[in-house]
Nanobody, 120 residues
Framework: QVQLVESGGGLVQPGGSLRLSCAAS????????MGWYRQAPGKERELVAT???????NYADSVKGRVTIARDNAKNTVYLQMNSLKPEDTAVYYCTADGMKDGLQFFRSWGQGTQVTVSS
């Protein structure tokens, strides 16, 4: 079992910034894909940003220019730097990752979610 633990959510005023972190734990991990999704009340979960092991990134149009995804492969950690936050960014943010564990078993895991609230 590969566990993902998120941190960094909270309450921020419009225009502010937050940095989310997500660390994967488990033995012998080879992580390929890491990403962030979000789900606002009454809405479906949507992609925010993804990054591959080679550093290729993909962003939702709604966050381009305001959000940066990065990863530390040595720490099996992915980050989401969010700037110029808007009230419509309010949601529960979920980390996800996939890859191989112990060289034999494919995994796809999700974190428990961290709340981001943008409000004055």
């Amino acid at each position: 079992q590969v566990q993902l633990v998120e941190s960094g959510g909270g309450l921020v005023q419009p225009g502010g910034s937050l940095r989310l972190s997500c660390a994967a734990s488990g033995s012998e991990l080879s992580i390929n894909f890491m990403g962030w999704y979000r789900q606002a009340p009454g809405k479906e979960r949507e992609l925010v940003a993804t990054i591959t092991s080679g550093g290729n990134t993909n962003y939702a149009d709604s966050v381009k220019g305001r959000v940066t995804i990065a990863r530390d492969n040595a720490k099996n950690t992915v980050y989401l730097q969010m700037n110029s936050l808007k009230p419509e960014d309010t949601a529960v943010y979920y980390c996800t990752a996939d890859g191989m564990k112990d060289g034999l078993q494919f995994f796809r895991s999700w974190g428990q979610g961290t709340q981001v609230t943008v409000s004055s």
